[in-house]
């Protein structure tokens, strides 16, 4: 067998376990609040999930990726090292790029048989980091983008559980907490549904459309502004003639059996924006999964190291199956997790959480702030949850969430550093020649 042909099979499925792990805990993430709010089942939520991350993986995942996510160290700094032999730059990065991939993808596996919530990004950063300090030396970390991903941890969960603290007070106050929630939720649902459409439009077109902008010039931000307001004002219109049949002969029942009735109404609204963030969501971190392998296949096929690449379709499909397996076969847990264990959600709380988590991801991307959407959405489940008093979540669980954040850079560090030491006493030798052929 040709080995070029051997190393790129091995990496596409050392990449195919790290899609897996990124369905099995990031996407379960993404239908949290409509499993929890029990808007879905957890069948239903798997069968959704899987076709908006299997599309936004496949017709708008990026055909061209960071060599190294997120710019955490330079491969082109390896290639300068004094005394390197030919071919032995470009076999270096091959190894660390197989070691990061493998070592992320076991922590991502360790966190989702635990049950915890961790973030796929950090952990290729960090697994990309450790065999970067090994291979050119502590200056070839980007230390300044790890201080921003660090800074990260505190930004996106706060930013998250403030906004979705705000919006569900709103929806307590306007809606919930009246003596005639029916005729209330007649009243200040359609503006709920606006924010809603308006936020998911502006995330589909900048975290989801993005990569296929460049062939759709007449999209810029302006218009996207105008088609997202626009949208969104013929979604509120609808959903105001959608809510008065819904609850216009309940406004005289009893409370409690107005509020089912108006929580009823907010179930496709959280399925609704449950499925934007799993669209978005493979949009962009199949990248993790696919980005170091789509790395390895151009230097084994070319022999140059670059920052960017291209990646062939049939990548983005190895990606997106991957996750859509991970998602179906071992979801669930982080599903429940997130859904059920931190606090009691139903679809308004999980509404809040949606459009709060999507808010911020939007706005810190625009802003050039690296954040983590399974951070930033955990916050705002946090957010909802203290809503109703500290009582109103689960402190145990959410410090080991914290717990698990913390030390998700560090370990998939030392774990990359430890696989790469490996796989460079024992592939090196074997790899410089197949890079100068």
């Not at 951070?375 to 717990?403: E, K, P, Q, S, Y």
């Amino acid at each position: 067998m040709d080995i070029t042909v051997f190393i790129i099979g091995v990496t596409a499925l050392i990449g195919l376990y790290m899609a897996w792990n990124i369905g099995a805990n990031d996407v379960a993430n993404s239908m949290a609040d409509a499993v929890g709010s029990k808007a879905l089942s957890i069948k239903q939520a798997v069968i959704l999930a899987g076709i908006c991350e299997f599309a936004g993986a496949v017709l708008v995942g990026s055909h061209v990726t960071d060599t190294v996510r997120k710019g955490i160290i330079d491969p082109a700094m390896s290639v300068n090292l004094p005394g390197l032999r030919e071919g032995e730059a470009a076999a270096i990065i091959v190894i660390g790029m197989a070691a990061a991939l493998l070592c992320a993808a076991i922590w991502l596996n360790v966190a989702t048989m635990i049950s915890m919530p961790v973030s796929t990004t950090h952990s290729i950063v960090g697994a990309v980091a450790g065999f970067g300090i090994v291979a050119a030396g502590v200056e070839a970390v980007n230390w300044t983008k790890m201080s921003q991903i660090v800074a990260s941890w505190f930004i996106s969960p706060l930013f998250g559980g403030v906004c979705a603290f705000l919006l569900f007070k709103f929806i307590s106050g306007r809606i919930l907490g009246r003596t005639r929630p029916a005729r209330a939720a007649i009243i200040y649902t359609p503006a709920i549904v606006f924010l809603l459409i308006f936020v998911v439009s502006l995330a589909t077109i900048y975290k989801g459309l993005k990569h296929v902008i460049g062939n759709i010039p007449w999209l810029t931000d302006d218009m996207s502004l105008v088609i997202a307001v626009g949208l969104s004002l013929c979604c509120a219109i609808v959903s105001r003639f959608y809510v008065y049949a819904k609850l216009h002969d309940k406004r005289d029942l009893p409370i409690s059996e107005q509020l089912e009735a108006v929580e009823s109404v907010f179930v496709p609204l959280v399925i609704i924006s449950s499925c934007s963030v799993a669209f978005a969501h493979g949009a962009n971190d199949v990248a993790n999964a696919v980005g170091p392998f789509a790395a390895i296949v151009n230097i084994l096929q070319t022999g140059d190291v670059t920052m960017q690449v291209g990646v062939p379709t049939w990548v983005l499909c190895l990606g997106g199956g991957g996750i859509v397996l991970g998602l179906a076969s071992y979801g669930h847990k982080v599903m429940t997790t997130v859904g059920t264990k931190i606090t009691e959600i139903t679809p308004s709380r999980g509404v809040a959480a949606d459009i709060a988590a999507t808010a911020t991801v939007l706005i810190c991307t625009r802003m050039a702030l690296p954040v983590s959407t399974t951070h930033t959405l955990v916050g705002a489940i946090i957010g909802i949850g203290l809503a109703r008093g500290f009582g109103g979540i689960d402190r145990d669980v959410t410090r080991n969430i914290f717990g698990s954040w913390f030390i998700t850079v560090p370990i998939a560090a030392l774990l990359s550093i430890v696989l790469f030491i490996i796989g460079r006493a024992l592939f090196l030798d074997m790899l410089i020649p197949v890079m100068i052929q």
